[in-house]
């Protein structure tokens, strides 16, 4: 099967944010990637609310239940109880757990599965109780044990953070190795019985390597990048675009 893509809407969000007025529309922009050919939305509501707002949950869930309901809804977060009982309020079909501090401006780490093994475990069993798939943000660096950890705890997927090698855009040369570390980690996901995402500065020109490495990569999220081609060849163009670059005949 071809990799899916999920539009992540945070920069949206936080473009609306800049003044008191309803747009750009956060749920309309959602329409537009839905209707051509993405295969979820994914948010990440900080508890500061700087980009997708909490109202904005049950607007997207009512999106897709209502209009696309093929699509999944993947909800990015730390795993605070604040952060769960929202996912509790709005059952995405995806959970994705990342180890950010609260201030920090984006992701840019995956866990340390050695270190939070138990509290992971006991956030797992919660989602699980909700029904809904979990993914756990993970440093693609080709740690075979950590990955073994991802599954023993519970996870159906883990999202590999792609940052370092959405940064080699300037340095193709450099993106060989990191891009084969992010294919051996895949590789010991995939052996395990894992499930494998990918996100992070994720472009039109480095996806269709990324694909070709890891041929069973399950889903890209990406936001940051594809708002950036939206503000150029609009989102709907945009999203055609990036999901022919995942591989898929669109």
């Known amino acids: 099967m071809p990799t899916t893509l999920s539009v992540n809407l945070n ?36 508890p500061d609310q700087r980009h997708i707002r909490f109202s904005d ?34 059952a995405p079909e995806q959970v994705t757990l990342v180890p950010d501090d609260p201030s920090q401006a984006t992701s840019d780490h995956g866990w340390d599965f050695r270190k939070h093994r138990v509290f992971l475990a006991d956030v797992i069993q919660s989602l699980k109780k909700m029904g809904t798939r979990v993914s756990l943000f993970a440093d693609g660096d080709g740690d075979e044990e950590a990955v073994a950890i991802a599954k023993e705890v519970g996870a159906d997927r883990i999202e590999l953070y ?67 081609d939206a503000l150029e060849y609009g989102m709907a163009e945009t999203v055609r675009r990036f999901c022919r670059a995942c591989g898929q005949k669109i």
């Open 162 to 228: 792609t940052g370092p090698y959405g940064g080699c855009y300037d340095a193709p040369e450099r993106a060989g190795p990191i891009l084969e570390d992010l294919g051996r980690t895949a590789d010991a996901a995939l052996a395990l019985g894992l499930g494998v995402n990918a996100g992070h500065d994720l472009t039109v020109a480095n996806l269709p390597a990324l694909v070709k490495r890891i041929p069973k990569l399950a889903e890209v999220s990406i936001g940051h990048g594809l708002t950036a």
């Open 11 to 46: 920069a949206v969000a936080m473009l609306r944010n800049r003044r008191d007025l309803p747009w750009p529309s956060v749920e309309g922009l959602g329409r537009i990637a839905l209707k051509a050919g993405a295969s979820g939305l994914t948010v990440h509501p900080r």
């Open 57 to 90: 949950l049950p607007v997207i869930r009512n999106l897709i239940d209502d209009e696309f309901p093929q699509a999944e809804f993947n909800i990015e977060g730390y795993p605070t109880a604040d952060f769960l009982e929202l996912c509790a309020s709005v």
